[in-house]
């Protein structure tokens, strides 16, 4: 299955078309999200591949923001970044480097300044800093501040 998954992946950016990757009949949203991303990347979205991995996994957000932002398609997924980048604790990894994408713009320039601002923002206002220049624990998105600029 995580096969037929990279080899889609390759293929999509190669530049090719994809085909739909089969589920072989199993309760495993890998192969649900890849549809979701396949039909996001070629331009004919699949919420119904969406939902049915999101019903699976919770991780099934996470693979498909991440999948078309690293394909070059991140603006399809950017209403998804609020669902990806909330945790009850610090960010996992995944979502960090979500994060890092979405302030260097990979999925769109709107977001880029959203995410940009929220961490000056979040930054200033901790004693903490996890990571130079990055809030020590993000834990919701915040709109921007009337007054934050890029």
């Known amino acids: 299955m995580r096969r037929s998954v990279m080899e889609t992946i390759d293929a999509l950016a190669g530049g090719r078309t994809a085909s739909a990757v089969d589920p072989r009949g199993l309760d495993y949203w890998l192969p649900y999200a890849m549809n979701a991303v396949i039909g996001l990347v070629e331009g004919g979205p699949d919420p119904a591949a969406l939902d049915q991995a999101r019903s699976l996994s919770r991780e099934a957000d996470t693979f498909v923001v991440a999948a078309c932002g690293a394909l070059g398609h ?42 940009r601002c929220g961490a000056r923002c979040w930054t200033a206002s901790r004693s903490r800093v996890g990571r130079p220049g990055w809030p020590a624990t993000p834990r919701r998105p915040q709109p921007a501040s009337p007054g934050c600029r890029p």
């Open 74 to 115: 991140g603006t399809a997924v950017a209403d998804l970044l609020p669902v990806v980048l909330v945790g009850d604790t610090e960010l996992t990894e995944h979502q960090w480097r979500i994060w890092r994408a979405a302030a260097t713009g990979w999925f769109g320039e709107l977001v880029t300044t959203w995410v």
